[in-house]
C-alpha cells in the first residue's frame, strides 16, 4: 500500500520525469474522450481547458457529472477515459486500481456563506469546532443570535468531504454531523445561496462561480498568491486520474500533457487555481500538515 508521503513524492518525481512537448500539432477528431467527475473539478478547470484542447488539438472532450469515487471506478471499468480528483484519500485510490494518477493544480478549500451573512471571517479553530458540533449559532462567530446550519454533500465520499476529515478533524475517517445533506456539489451550493444562516466548505475555483461570499480564514482570503505560497492554510492537489490499459491511451495522454502545457496552464490559472507546478514547494508544506494531523 502507497503511503500518502510516498504518492505525493512519487508524483513530484513523475512531474520532475515528465517531458512536455512545447506545441501539441493540430490533428483530425478521432472521437471524444469522455471525462467524469464532481462540479467541483470540473468548474476549477475541466471545462475551460476541454475547450482549450478542443481548439488546439481538434478532439473534444465531453465532460459528464458523477461522485468522485464513482468516477475512479469508471475510469478502472474502461468506460471513462479520463476522472477528476480532489484530494489526496482519492489519490491513494486511484493507484491501488491500477490507475496512473497526476497531480494537475492546488485548489482552495474555502468556507461559503450567503452573500448578506454579516461574518467575515473565520479561524481555523472556529471551523473545527462548528465541524465537531461545538459551535452552533453565528453569535460564537461575532454575528447575530441565530442558529447555524452546516450543510455538507450526501453519498459515497468526495474530495472535499475527505479533505474536511483531515484537515479539520485530524483523520479520514472521522465523522460530523450536519443539517443538511446533499447530492451534489452544486446542489449544496445553490442551497446556502438560499439560506443566509448556513454554511459549507467546497472549492473555490466551483464557489466563485456561484452567489457566495468567501470568508477569510485566519485573516485572509484565498487567491492566486496566497495558496501560491501557502499563506492560505487550506488547500489540495486536484488530479487527472486515466487508466493505462485504455486503447486510446495515447489519445487520453495528449490532453493531459496538455493539462501540463503552458497553454494549458494558462487555463488553470484563469479559473483560479494554481498550476501544480507553479508552487512544488506545497508538497513538502502538505506532508508536515498530514503529519501535524496525525496521519501519516
Do not use: C
Request: hydrophobic share 40%; no cysteine; charged share 20%.
Amino acid at each position: 500500500m502507497v503511503s500518502r508521503t510516498g504518492g505525493l513524492l512519487l508524483a513530484l518525481a513523475g512531474l520532475v520525469a515528465l517531458a512536455l512537448p512545447a506545441e501539441i500539432p493540430a490533428q483530425t477528431e478521432a472521437g471524444a474522450l469522455r471525462w467524469v467527475g464532481t462540479s467541483i473539478p470540473r468548474d476549477a478547470y475541466a471545462a475551460d481547458l476541454a475547450k482549450a484542447f478542443h481548439a488546439s488539438a481538434g478532439i473534444r472532450v465531453l465532460l459528464d457529472d458523477g461522485a468522485e469515487a464513482d468516477s475512479i471506478d469508471e475510469v478502472a471499468a474502461l468506460t471513462a477515459d479520463l476522472a477528476g480528483s480532489f484530494g489526496s484519500s482519492l489519490e491513494a485510490d486511484g493507484q491501488a486500481a491500477g490507475l496512473t494518477v497526476k497531480p494537475v493544480a492546488w485548489d482552495a478549500l474555502v468556507v461559503v456563506v450567503h452573500p448578506d451573512n454579516p461574518v467575515d471571517n473565520i479561524t481555523l479553530e472556529q471551523l473545527q469546532a462548528v465541524y465537531r458540533g461545538k459551535i452552533d449559532n453565528w453569535r460564537a462567530l461575532g454575528g447575530p443570535n441565530q442558529r447555524l446550519a452546516l450543510y455538507a454533500r450526501l453519498g459515497r465520499p468526495s474530495g472535499v468531504s475527505q479533505s474536511i476529515r483531515q484537515l479539520l478533524l485530524g483523520g479520514s475517517n472521522r465523522t460530523f454531523e450536519a443539517s443538511k445533506y446533499f447530492k451534489t456539489s452544486a446542489a449544496l451550493q445553490q442551497a446556502i445561496e438560499t439560506d443566509p444562516w448556513s454554511l459549507t466548505v467546497t472549492g473555490m475555483a466551483s464557489a466563485r462561480r456561484h452567489d457566495l461570499k468567501i470568508l477569510k480564514l485566519d485573516g485572509t482570503l484565498p487567491n492566486y498568491d496566497t495558496i501560491r505560497s501557502g499563506g492560505y492554510p487550506l488547500y489540495r492537489p486536484v488530479y487527472l486520474i486515466t487508466n493505462p490499459k485504455n486503447t486510446r491511451h495515447d489519445l487520453v495522454e495528449r490532453f493531459v500533457q496538455f493539462a501540463y502545457s503552458s497553454e494549458g496552464m494558462a487555463v488553470l490559472r484563469r479559473n483560479s487555481v494554481v498550476p501544480y507546478n507553479d508552487a512544488l514547494h506545497l508538497v513538502m508544506r502538505e506532508i508536515q500538515q498530514s503529519q501535524r494531523s496525525g496521519l501519516e
